[in-house]
């Protein structure tokens, strides 16, 4: 199993135990699918680029929380702390920017421990 696949199915074992009345949607766009339901599944989503995990839960700040996992930091980040060229990268950067732009808080995390501080952190308004 890949490391972010792995994550996302960690957070959302998180997510069951720890806020079980909580609506979520996790990215399918990660599974091998045979052409025909990937291209029907391609057509049900919007043309930007689909982040991997979606929490309807409104706080006193944001509509919802939306996380983009990433196995480690080198994959969004150069040494110097700029954001790596490249247009998966720059396509998730402005889905983020756009609905951090519109009500929502959407983040990067590169582990379970961010993830579940940040879920907590937004449960509890912080």
Do not use: C, T
Not at 8 to 32: A, E, H, T, V
Not at 45 to 51: D, V
Not at 79 to 101: M, T
């Amino acid at each position: 199993m890949k490391k972010e696949e792995s994550l996302q199915i960690s957070i959302s074992k998180f997510l069951k135990l720890q806020y079980p009345n909580i609506y979520f949607m996790s990215d399918s766009s990660g599974l091998r699918l045979p052409m025909g339901l990937a291209v029907k599944a391609k057509r049900q989503r919007s043309k930007h680029a689909q982040l991997d995990l979606v929490i309807l839960n409104p706080n006193n700040k944001h509509n919802g929380l939306i996380l983009e996992l990433k196995k480690d930091r080198s994959e969004v980040y150069k040494k110097n702390g700029e954001f790596r060229k490249g247009e998966h990268i720059e396509e998730q950067n402005k889905s983020i920017a756009h609905l951090n732009s519109v009500g929502y808080k959407a983040i990067y995390v590169f582990s379970i421990d961010e993830a579940m501080q940040v879920i907590n952190d937004y449960m509890k308004n912080k």
